[in-house]
């Protein structure tokens, strides 16, 4: 499928598109630049400040893989959105990188809706722990903006929705509790190449592909 046509389809949902770029040259992400897209996702910090700093300055660079807390410096300054907050050593380091560039850094809370086995993302159990712990820290350079997830990776349709549908409610209750008078906390990052029509079924505004837009990815 063509990038306008996802595009096209996305837009008129109201729905984001982050164009996962990783592993794909500054070549290809300068032509869909050229086509109008400006907000890229990538999982490595090395090859996302690599990037930035040959393309053009207006990209809004989002980092959507697991990020640690020694490699946080070297994004604080420009990164536009981190989708991969799951644990409170990350935030505290967020937020005093934060504060050294004198910006407030907006970022997803990572949960783990998952069925199958991954390492990362905050269990949905311990969201309320995590969240109350956050909170009373009363971070000033971190900001938290709504959530990411993603689904197993499956042919599963049901499996996949389900996983979704969880998430929103899960997105719904956060919201409720915590942050009820926060227009910011507005975003549900969920969906990528395999299932994002799924996610967009399930309530998400912003949705993470990669493959489908760029081809397959040789490590
Ligand atoms: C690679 C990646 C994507 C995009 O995957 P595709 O299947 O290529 O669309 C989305 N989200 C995260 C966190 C990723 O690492």
Known sequence: MSYSEIKDFLTEKDVELVAVSKTHSVDKIKKLYDLGQRIFGENKV????????????DIQWHMIGHL???KVKYIA?????????DRL???KEINKEGRKNDRIVPCLLQIRIAKEDTKFG???????????????RDYTHIKIQGVMGMATFTEDRELVASEFTNLYRIFENVKNKYFRHDPDFSIKSMGMSGDYKIAVECGSNMVRIGSLIFGSRNY
């Open 122 to 136: 905050v269990h949905p159990s311990e969201l309320e722990a995590f969240l109350e712990n956050f909170l009373e």
């Open 89 to 91: 050593k990350l935030a």
């Open 77 to 85: 300054p420009f990164v536009h959105l981190i989708h991969s907050l």
């Open 68 to 70: 640690q807390s020694n």
């Open 46 to 57: 090395q090859e996302l400040v690599e990037k930035k700093d040959i393309l053009p300055q």
